[in-house]
Structure formats: structure tokens, C-alpha cells
């Protein structure tokens, strides 16, 4: 019998942190998968390693900039093709090759690539969880007419579709994502004024990009992935729910209208899930160590507390009222996290500063892409002022 052909890898955001645990399955799972294309905004010493390691014949650095200090250096391998820009990110997501595009870039800038790459039929590992919340819509639709297959690569729904996959949607209930609360989760809440850019970015269980891990303290993190699972999953907000989990072991609950409750674990890294993701519908040996129930496990589960969160709130009343609401709170959120990181505000006025740009945008039917992109913009200005 023949082996089965390897699955041809393009990688959009391969420099960061799920790059990084990408190319761990990628070392471990060489004779089922191959890169053919890899994209960074503008690591170029960290892009042409990855070129080198994995004779990657296609390379994208988004930044113009960059790009063109790249071409200077040449340092990336003769067989590479290197393009800049953030049209070429488009080309390298539709490449005639690619069999599955893994997005994990950081931000709403991933819609349009990913986009791309849905109406080119392409399968779809979708990490960025920003591109369904402001553009989830026009996602969905688009995977419906190409018959991409979109395949939940954040932990949460990469849980909830291992545990929804062959069960009928009538037979949903509810669905509970699991969230570790972030490290200030037992911080008096007195002292979360204090809070600066390098505790926000240590996270106690992941290791993550600086991003995310300031969205999971402020659990922005979690109202992002509710919107997410909405998309994914075509449940309404009111069936979607947020447990905290100290642990990250439970990845997220699924219930049934019976009352049964499915749920998947395994340790905290983004390996598994995204193995799970680049395999699919095979298995194969994780790359690194599982669960082990010889030694003794604790797992708790508490309702999150709002006042510590105002975000949760803020985003699951944006998606509760829909249309732009969305759009605006993750454009918002991105500003407040990058003037945050650079101590241009507080920890505490993340929160205000969404709620300030939410309260100024008045909530437009999302009646086109063009719309979104355009209140995206809006909001990103207002919260920048
Ligand atoms: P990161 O900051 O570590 O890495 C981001 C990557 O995207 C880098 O390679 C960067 O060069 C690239 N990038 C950024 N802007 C780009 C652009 N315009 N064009 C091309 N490349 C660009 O972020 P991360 O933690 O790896 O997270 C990536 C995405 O995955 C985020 O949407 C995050 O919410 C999601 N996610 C991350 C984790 C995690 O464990 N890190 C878990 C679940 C979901
Ligand atoms: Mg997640």
C-alpha cells in the first residue's frame, strides 16, 4: 500500500508562540506533515531559521520594511522565495500547493488572509480567535460556499469539537469554556491598579504570546472566545458559558440536553491542540508528555467573578447586541492592550477604555464587510485618542 501523501503546512504568524509549538509537531510529525510556506510580521532572523530548518520554499514578512532589509541581508535560503507585504500574506494563504493553513497571526489581520484561503477551498487551522470576532459572519459564510473546513485550533474549541463531532446539534444543550482566570485571579482587587506590563505578560499555566496572556488576566481573553464559539459553534450567547479552572486541564465542557457533560483534557500546550488540528481526521503520539494519574490531580471549578472582570461583561454584551458591537470591542481591546504594554495606560482602564470606545461608536448593522473593516478602523482611532 501506498503511504499516505503529506499534508502541505502554510504557517501565518510562524515566529510566535503557536508558531513555535507548531514546529514541535512539525519535528515530530515530518512524515505526515510539510511546510511550504511560512509568514512573521517582521522576524526576519527568526523566519529564515524556520526557511533553513524546514526547506520552506515560500517566505512572507508582512512588514514592508522589514522585507526589504531581509532582501538586503539575504540570509534567507537561495530555494526560498521571499515576498513582503500584506498582499503577498494572501498569495502564501491561497498557494495552488497548500492543503491546510494554520493562522496564527495576532489580531484582526488575519481576516482577510484567512479569507483568502476559504474561498480557495483551502482547510483552515484556525488559532487566531480576533478575525471570527470582528468578521465571524462572513467567515462562516464563506467556509459554507468553499466547503473550506474550519478546524478549532484554540483550546477551548478545539475541546469543544472533539466533543461535539458526530453528536447532532439538537442534542446541544449548552456549552461551558473553561478559563484559568489569569494570574491575578486571588490579587486583592485593590492592588490590580498596580499591575504592570512585564507581571500581565508571565501567565502562571501557558506560555503565550504578550497578548493573549494580558487578555487572559483581564479575561478579554475569554469574551473573545465566546464570540469565537458562537461562530464556530451557531449557539446563542445565552447558551454559551465561562467556568474558572485554575488547573487548564479541562479545556472546555460540552452539555447535552440530558444533562450529560463532555469534556477533553490534557496539559496545558497548545501541542496537542493543534496536532490534533494539522492531523485531523488521523491521531497520532503527542510530542510531549500526557496526563498521568498516578500522581494525584486536582481539578476546581468556580463561577467567575464579575467585578474582577469587567471585560467578560463588556464582551458578552457585545455580542448579545451584535452587529459592529463585536468589531468595536476587539479593535478597542487590541488598542488598549498595546497602549497598556506600552505604559501609556493603566491595568485598570483596559476595561474603561473599551467601554468608552464601545459607548462612542454607535452599534451599525454589520450589513458588509466593508462596514466592519470601516467601524474596525473607526473604533482603533477613537481608542488610540
Ligand atoms: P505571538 O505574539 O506570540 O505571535 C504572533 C505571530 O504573528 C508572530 O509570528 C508575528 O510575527 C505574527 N504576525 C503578527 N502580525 C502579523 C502580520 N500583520 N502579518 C504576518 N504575521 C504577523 O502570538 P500567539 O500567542 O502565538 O497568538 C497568535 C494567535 O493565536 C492569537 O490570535 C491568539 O489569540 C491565538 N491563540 C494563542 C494561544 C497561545 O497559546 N499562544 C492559544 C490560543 C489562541
Ligand atoms: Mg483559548
Known amino acids: 500500500m501506498l503511504d499516505a501523501p503529506k499534508k502541505k503546512l502554510v504557517l501565518l504568524g510562524a515566529t510566535g508562540s503557536i508558531g513555535h509549538s507548531t514546529l514541535r509537531v512539525l519535528r515530530a510529525h ?12 517582521s522576524n526576519s532572523h527568526a523566519l529564515a531559521e524556520i526557511c533553513h530548518e524546514f526547506k520552506v520554499p515560500h517566505a512572507v514578512l508582512s512588514d514592508e520594511a522589514a522585507y526589504l ?3 538586503k541581508a539575504d540570509n534567507f535560503p537561495s530555494y526560498t522565495n521571499l515576498d513582503g507585504g500584506s498582499k503577498a500574506l494572501s498569495a502564501l494563504a491561497t498557494l495552488a500547493d497548500a492543503d491546510i493553513v494554520l493562522v496564527a497571526v495576532v489580531g484582526a489581520c488575519g481576516l482577510i488572509p484567512t479569507l483568502a484561503a476559504i474561498e480557495a477551498g483551502k482547510d483552515i487551522a484556525l488559532a487566531n480567535k480576533e478575525l471570527l470576532v470582528l468578521g465571524g459572519a462572513f467567515v462562516i459564510a464563506a467556509a459554507r460556499r468553499s466547503g473550506a473546513r474550519l478546524l478549532p485550533t484554540d483550546s477551548e474549541h478545539n475541546a469543544i469539537f472533539q466533543c461535539t463531532e458526530g453528536h447532532p446539534q439538537q442534542h446541544l444543550d449548552k456549552l461551558i469554556l473553561t478559563a484559568s482566570g489569569g494570574q491575578f485571579r486571588d490579587w486583592p482587587i485593590e ?7 512585564a507581571q500581565a505578560t508571565q501567565h502562571p499555566n501557558w506560555s503565550m504570546g504578550p497578548k493573549i496572556t494580558v487578555d487572559s488576566a483581564t479575561m478579554a481573553n ?3 472566545e465566546l464570540i469565537e464559539a458562537h461562530w464556530l459553534f451557531g449557539l446563542a450567547p445565552e447558551r454559551l458559558e465561562v467556568v474558572i479552572h485554575p488547573q487548564s486541564i479541562v479545556h472546555s465542557f460540552a452539555q447535552f440536553i440530558d444533562g450529560s457533560i463532555l469534556a477533553q483534557l490534557s496539559p496545558p500546550s497548545m501541542t496537542f491542540a493543534i496536532q490534533h488540528c494539522l492531523l485531523y481526521p488521523q491521531r497520532a503520539p503527542a510530542v510531549e508528555p500526557t496526563l498521568d494519574f498516578s500522581q494525584s490531580l486536582q481539578l476546581d471549578f468556580k463561577a467567575p467573578d464579575h467585578s474582577r472582570y469587567p471585560c467578560l461583561a463588556l464582551a458578552y454584551a457585545a455580542m448579545q447586541e451584535g452587529g459592529c458591537g463585536p468589531a468595536i470591542f476587539n479593535a478597542a481591546n487590541e488598542v488598549a492592550v498595546a497602549r497598556f504594554l506600552a505604559k501609556d495606560i493603566g491595568y485598570l482602564e483596559i476595561p474603561q477604555l473599551i467601554e468608552r470606545t464601545l459607548n462612542e461608536i454607535s452599534c451599525r448593522k454589520a450589513s458588509s464587510l466593508e462596514t466592519l473593516l470601516q467601524v474596525d478602523a473607526e473604533a482603533r482611532l477613537r481608542a488610540r485618542a
Open 30 to 41: 515530518s512524515d505526515r506533515l510539510e511546510l511550504i510556506g511560512v509568514a512573521a510580521l
Open 69 to 71: 532589509t531581509a532582501k
Open 191 to 197: 492592588t490590580l491598579a498596580q499591575v504592570t506590563p
Open 222 to 224: 475569554k469574551g473573545l
